[in-house]
């Protein structure tokens, strides 16, 4: 089945440690997408990236990196950098930039 | 700024009944305006709404794009107890990048 996958569903952390969550896709899309939704709030873009080897920050990068080595793959490290990390993390791909994005299930860090 | 306005926040409604959900866009460069159902995890794509693609359908949901009053609607008709959910409303400008509103929250009851 063709999709987009995020593990882990759930991540606790405690403060002062990175954590890295993982996105992969089998949709052979070339552009991949972060976003983090809180509540009461949309969803805003923390990384993107339109093709392998190349990511650009989105509106709230801080605190956050990512690679995209493989066109499948696109794992975000929360760093301890980030103040309020708590939050539910989604992934996304579409076939190009600014095409329809396709989510996964999404990853809800908590920090203790 | 771009930005994207959903009303209402919440609605309750009971099971047959229609709902109007809204989404009012501000955006340089607009390209498209998306619907997405969010139950618990994955938000769930409905509709792409363009200039070239005002109006769109699939079963009990409906959407209209009004590029004068820059607006959308989603209707749904008959609800039921699986219609609840967050409804998502995003906006593409130029490129990459999507806008999304805050969401609205219906609950459908039996």
């Known amino acids: 089945d063709g999709g987009i996958t995020q593990s882990p569903k759930y991540l606790f952390r405690k403060e002062g440690q990175n954590v890295t969550l993982s996105c992969e896709q089998n949709?052979?899309?070339?552009?991949m997408y972060w976003y983090r939704q809180d509540p009461g709030q949309g969803l805003r873009l923390i990384y993107y990236?339109?093709?392998?080897?190349?990511?650009q920050k989105g509106d709230i990068a801080e605190g956050y990196s990512v690679s995209r080595e493989k066109k499948e793959s696109f794992p975000l490290t929360v760093t301890s950098a980030q103040k309020n990390p708590t939050a539910f993390y989604l992934c996304?791909?579409?076939?190009?930039?600014?095409?329809?994005?396709?989510f996964g299930p999404g990853t809800r860090l908590t920090v203790l | 700024e771009d930005k994207v306005v959903q009303s209402p926040l919440s609605l309750v409604v009971h099971e047959g009944d229609t709902v109007t959900l809204n989404c009012s866009y501000e955006?340089?460069?607009?390209?498209?305006l998306l619907w997405y159902k969010q139950e618990k995890k994955a938000p769930t794509f409905l509709f792409m709404l363009?200039?070239?693609?005002i109006e769109k359908k699939s079963g009990r949901l409906s959407s209209i794009l009004d590029k004068k009053e820059l607006s959308s609607i989603l209707n749904i008709t008959a609800t039921q107890t699986g219609d609840s959910a967050i409804y998502l409303c995003?906006?593409?400008?130029?490129?990459?990048?999507?806008?999304f509103g805050t969401g609205t929250r219906l609950k459908v009851l039996a």
């Open positions: 996304a791909s579409s076939i190009l930039e600014g095409d329809t994005q396709y």
């Open positions: 949709l052979n899309h070339d552009a």
């Open positions: 990236s339109q093709i392998v080897n190349d990511f």
């Open positions: 955006v340089t460069n607009f390209r498209s």
């Open positions: 363009t200039s070239s693609g």
């Open positions: 995003a906006s593409t400008s130029g490129t990459y990048k999507y806008i």
